[in-house]
């Protein structure tokens, strides 16, 4: 069975996409949460944009 990145029902605190690819990584969501807080903060890369992209892309988990 192949693992599919989806939007976390269980493992959300605004929309699911970082809880979905902690998942999908099987990774505590906490890291995720954490690492984009940090690239947002030093400016690398443009982590808003790619969350909110992410937020349109990524399908909800049902």
């Known amino acids: 069975m ?3 990145l989806k939007r976390s029902q269980t493992n959300r605190m605004l929309t699911g996409v970082c809880g979905g690819i902690a998942e999908y990584m099987n990774v505590d969501a906490t890291l995720v949460r954490v690492a984009f807080a940090v690239a947002a ?3 690398v890369g443009a982590p808003g944009i790619v ?3 992410l937020v349109f ?3 909800d988990e049902y």
Do not use: D, E
């Open 2 to 4: 192949t693992k599919k």
């Open 41 to 43: 903060v030093l400016g």
């Open 51 to 53: 969350y909110l992209i």
């Open 57 to 59: 892309i990524m399908p």
